[in-house]
């Protein structure tokens, strides 16, 4: 399934300046793994040893914190918008 | 300006003193790292009292190449002895540091002082924020005064007190529909797109943060050079509480206080309180809430420094309470009816943990604390609304006998 990442601009540089990606994959999980094989200087921004998001990245489905879903396990749908972005703002 | 770097908390790759705020190899938080004081503390001191009545005389521990010619008059709040509300909640020494006394009525002036000035120095033409209500107004009118145009994102259901009182300085409201958190998520896709904004707790964000050191700066000279053994501090992204134990260690570091930071204790409410279940949890993983809670301006369901907050609470001998909506109410009341003071809802929130606090004992009576007060209840009226009588009589002696009593 055909899923969009929209890509933050801190992280455009490792994937060659685009500002977004496509990647196919049933979850989450999957199509960063699709985005990693793509662009492999992202996997060690956005992801930790254990596979897990660093602490300070947040990924939106359809504008929704997968931490309110199922996490990297959240099914996504073809045409579905995957948005990563730095978690540190506000306040 | 003793500032050097801008510096990763996860990782410390350091950055130039640029308009970032997100490190590119681990997207942990920036913040402003400094050179050791160049001064020797008598000299610091004597520069500090020499300064303006305001927060500009720390200037030493400010990120900016200098200090604005002219700007809203920030800071140096009153630091309030509260004798009966301390009588009340049964502990020794009580101070309130009343930061309804700036200029649009809450702490907010603080952090949007330091982060306008800067953003200036960075050649910024706009400036914007993601507001819970009271840095709309902080921005608002700071922007005004600088005669720069301004853009304010906050949820479309905040309170109608601080959407009118920052729509009266001129600024772009836009109500987002949505919670605070979706307005982060929003501004900090603009802010990546539009070049020549500067999104004061979003892009220039480290330098924002570090106008809260100067709460603890204020304090410890209001104090006469001391630090306080206790803190009780709102923790909504964690940012005010995390830097007022920076300010303090600042001072200790510099040789201008003797002594540690104080024991610092956070206060969120039952309705949004991640930072306080990590802590509950004995976990630093603040897991995102859904806030519902009438304590709006402490509404972020995910705390950008919630994790450092805890870690801080933890070290520090301090603790993080959460408090209910009643408790809130009690706590504005408590604080209005002892003090003078009348503060919004976050002030509710503060001054419900500090006696939640003193009920558990956990506040010896020798001790000094400082409870900081962030906004004002003119804000948030609507908590009021109900809560006492008035007595409607006709302009004649014998009805105000008769409704209120001869005199005994």
Same mark, same amino acid.
């Given at each position: 399934?055909?899923?969009?990442?929209?890509?933050?601009?801190?992280?455009?540089?490792?994937?060659?300046?685009?500002?977004?990606?496509?990647?196919?994959?049933?979850?989450?999980?999957?199509?960063?793994?699709?985005?990693?094989?793509?662009?492999?200087?992202?996997?060690?921004?956005?992801?930790?040893?254990?596979?897990?998001?660093?602490?300070?990245?947040?990924?939106?489905?359809?504008?929704?914190?997968?931490?309110?879903?199922?996490?990297?396990?959240?099914?996504?749908?073809?045409?579905?918008?995957?948005?990563?972005?730095?978690?540190?703002?506000?306040? | 300006?003793?500032?050097?770097?801008?510096?990763?908390?996860?990782?410390?790759?350091?950055?130039?003193?640029?308009?970032?705020?997100?490190?590119?190899?681990?997207?942990?938080?920036?913040?402003?790292?400094?050179?050791?004081?160049?001064?020797?503390?008598?000299?610091?001191?004597?520069?500090?009292?020499?300064?303006?009545?305001?927060?500009?005389?720390?200037?030493?521990?400010?990120?900016?190449?200098?200090?604005?010619?002219?700007?809203?008059?920030?800071?140096?709040?009153?630091?309030?002895?509260?004798?009966?509300?301390?009588?009340?909640?049964?502990?020794?020494?009580?101070?309130?540091?009343?930061?309804?006394?700036?200029?649009?009525?809450?702490?907010?002036?603080?952090?949007?002082?330091?982060?306008?000035?800067?953003?200036?120095?960075?050649?910024?033409?706009?400036?914007?924020?993601?507001?819970?209500?009271?840095?709309?107004?902080?921005?608002?009118?700071?922007?005004?005064?600088?005669?720069?145009?301004?853009?304010?994102?906050?949820?479309?259901?905040?309170?109608?007190?601080?959407?009118?009182?920052?729509?009266?300085?001129?600024?772009?409201?836009?109500?987002?529909?949505?919670?605070?958190?979706?307005?982060?998520?929003?501004?900090?896709?603009?802010?990546?797109?539009?070049?020549?904004?500067?999104?004061?707790?979003?892009?220039?964000?480290?330098?924002?943060?570090?106008?809260?050191?100067?709460?603890?700066?204020?304090? %410890? +000279?209001?104090?006469?050079?001391?630090?306080?053994? $206790? /803190? #009780? =501090?709102? !923790?909504?992204?964690?940012? *005010?509480? &995390?830097?007022?134990?920076?300010?303090?260690?600042?001072?200790?570091?510099?040789?201008?206080?003797?002594?540690?930071?104080?024991?610092?204790?956070?206060?969120?409410?039952?309705?949004?309180?991640?930072?306080?279940?990590?802590?509950?949890?004995?976990?630093?993983?603040?897991?995102?809430?859904?806030?519902?809670?009438?304590?709006?301006?402490?509404?972020?369901?995910?705390?950008?420094?919630?994790?450092?907050?805890?870690?801080?609470?933890?070290?520090?001998?301090?603790?993080?309470?959460?408090?209910?909506?009643?408790?809130?109410?009690?706590?504005?009341?408590?604080?209005?009816?002892?003090?003078?003071?009348?503060?919004?809802?976050?002030?509710?929130?503060?001054?419900?943990?500090?006696?939640?606090? %003193? +009920?558990?004992?956990?506040?010896?009576?020798?001790? $000094? /604390? #400082? =409870?900081? !007060?962030?906004?004002?209840? *003119?804000? &948030?009226?609507?908590?009021?609304?109900?809560?006492?009588?008035?007595?409607?009589?006709?302009?004649?002696?014998?009805?105000?006998?008769?409704?209120?009593?001869?005199?005994?």
């Amino acid at each position: 399934m055909a899923v969009t990442i929209k890509l933050p601009t801190q992280l455009r540089e490792a994937a060659g300046g685009a500002a977004e990606a496509q990647a196919d994959g049933a979850t989450v999980g999957e199509v960063l793994e699709g985005l990693y094989s793509q662009h492999g200087e992202l996997r060690e921004r956005i992801a930790g040893d254990d596979g897990e998001l660093r602490r300070f990245v947040n990924v939106y489905l359809r504008g929704e914190d997968i931490r309110f879903l199922d996490g990297l396990a959240t099914p996504v749908a073809d045409g579905d918008e995957v948005t990563i972005l730095p978690a540190v703002a506000g306040g | 300006m003793p500032a050097e770097a801008l510096k990763c908390k996860e990782c410390s790759t350091t950055y130039p003193l640029e308009a970032r705020y997100v490190c590119e190899r681990c997207f942990g938080p920036l913040e402003v790292a400094y050179k050791p004081p160049g001064s020797d503390p008598a000299e610091l001191k004597r520069r500090i009292q020499a300064g303006p009545s305001t927060l500009w005389r720390y200037a030493d521990f400010l990120p900016l190449e200098r200090v604005p010619r002219t700007s809203l008059p920030t800071g140096l709040t009153p630091l309030i002895r509260a004798d009966r509300l301390a009588e009340r909640l049964g502990i020794g020494e009580l101070w309130i540091k009343n930061e309804t006394a700036n200029p649009t009525h809450s702490f907010k002036d603080r952090v949007v002082s330091i982060a306008l000035a800067r953003a200036v120095e960075l050649g910024f033409d706009t400036v914007a924020c993601a507001s819970t209500g009271n840095l709309a107004g902080a921005v608002a009118a700071h922007a005004a005064y600088a005669g720069l145009p301004a853009y304010v994102f906050i949820p479309a259901d905040l309170e109608p007190e601080k959407i009118l009182s920052a729509g009266a300085y001129g600024a772009q409201i836009v109500g987002v529909r949505g919670n605070y958190d979706a307005v982060n998520r929003l501004c900090t896709e603009v802010s990546g797109e539009r070049e020549g904004w500067a999104f004061v707790n979003v892009n220039v964000r480290p330098y924002y943060a570090e106008g809260s050191k100067t709460l603890a700066y204020e304090t %410890a +000279e209001q104090l006469g050079w001391e630090i306080p053994d $206790r /803190v #009780v =501090a709102p !923790i909504a992204s964690g940012s *005010l509480f &995390t830097k007022v134990a920076r300010g303090f260690q600042d001072f200790v570091d510099a040789g201008l206080v003797r002594g540690e930071i104080p024991a610092m204790h956070g206060a969120q409410a039952d309705g949004c309180s991640p930072v306080a279940q990590a802590f509950a949890a004995g976990t630093d993983v603040c897991r995102p809430v859904k806030p519902d809670t009438i304590a709006k301006s402490l509404a972020i369901g995910d705390p950008a420094d919630g994790p450092y907050a805890v870690d801080l609470a933890r070290r520090s001998g301090g603790s993080v309470d959460a408090v209910s909506d009643d408790e809130i109410r009690s706590g504005i009341r408590l604080l209005a009816e002892t003090t003078g003071i009348f503060t919004e809802t976050a002030g509710g929130v503060t001054t419900a943990v500090l006696a939640k606090l %003193a +009920e558990r004992g956990e506040i010896d009576p020798g001790e $000094r /604390v #400082v =409870a900081y !007060i962030t906004g004002d209840g *003119l804000k &948030t009226l609507d908590c009021v609304r109900g809560t006492f009588e008035v007595a409607e009589i006709e302009p004649r002696f014998e009805a105000f006998e008769e409704t209120l009593g001869a005199p005994v």
